[in-house]
């Protein structure tokens, strides 16, 4: 049972919006920057955001992320089928002394 | 481009000592934390814990009578100690370097560079 919050899946045709919630509290995502990673089938996480809004060198900007409180979300617009992986929200936790993960989101592409 | 590869059997007997090693390509080492994640099969990611270059570790307080992080940097390489596994160890250990700092009171702490991960399977 992992200390953030994230729906378990997602969905959207081509083209189209999807944002992914990733809900904390005070020690972790209300204190500190969050990050983003994806996971593409049967491949190792990727860095995908980092510092609530950041992104690699090399990631679309149609991936774009927001903090507020103890809260924070991942938006990809303009859906591809290779975007069709699973994400994590992740952070350090004060109350743990460690870094969390949340369970991750599976996004499909319809 | 920091290529991070592990290594390390890939089966290993209950109550043993699970052992991998991360080979850090030379002269990425210094400066850097660097950490192990790991995740069994079809489930979610889990921090082990991190290590700087200069010996200072920490780990995830669930895992942290067991574990053990080192790191070497004649060898440039990275190594994960895990005692006494079991079933529930199986998974897919990631080695990962660390970009850690701070923004006025918030931390920063990501991981910016994986290997491909290696599978543990633990079973008699």
């Known amino acids: 049972q992992s200390v953030l919050t994230q729906p378990p899946s997602a969905s959207g045709t081509p083209g189209q919006r999807v944002t992914i919630s990733c809900s904390g509290s005070?020690?972790?995502?209300?204190?500190?920057?969050v990050n983003w990673y994806q996971q593409l089938p049967e491949t190792a996480p990727k860095l995908l955001m980092f510092?609530?809004?950041q992104r690699p060198s090399g990631v679309p900007d149609r991936f774009s992320a927001s903090k507020s409180g103890t809260s924070a979300s991942l938006a990809i617009s303009g859906l591809q089928s290779e975007d069709e992986a699973d994400y994590y929200c992740a952070v350090w936790d004060d109350s743990l002394d460690g870094y969390v993960f949340g369970a991750g989101t599976k996004v499909t592409i319809l | 481009q920091v290529q991070l590869q592990e290594s390390g059997p890939g089966l290993v007997k209950p109550s043993e000592t699970l052992s991998l090693n991360c080979s850090i390509p030379d002269d990425s080492i210094s400066g850097f934390y660097w950490s192990w994640v790991r995740q069994p099969p079809g489930k979610g990611l889990e921090w082990i814990g991190w290590?700087?270059?200069?010996?200072?570790?920490d780990y995830n307080s669930s895992l942290k009578s067991r574990v053990t992080i080192s790191l070497s940097t004649s060898k440039n390489h990275l190594s994960l100690k895990l005692k006494s596994v079991t079933a529930a160890d199986t998974a897919i250990y990631y080695c990962?370097?660390?970009?850690?700092?701070?923004?006025?009171?918030?931390?920063?702490?990501?991981?910016?560079?994986w290997g491909q991960g290696t599978l543990v399977t633990v079973s008699s």
């Open positions: 990962a370097r660390v970009l850690v700092g701070y923004n006025g009171g918030q931390k920063l702490f990501y991981l910016d560079k």
């Open positions: 290590i700087y270059y200069s010996g200072n570790t």
């Open positions: 510092s609530n809004n």
């Open positions: 005070s020690s972790n995502i209300g204190s500190h920057t």
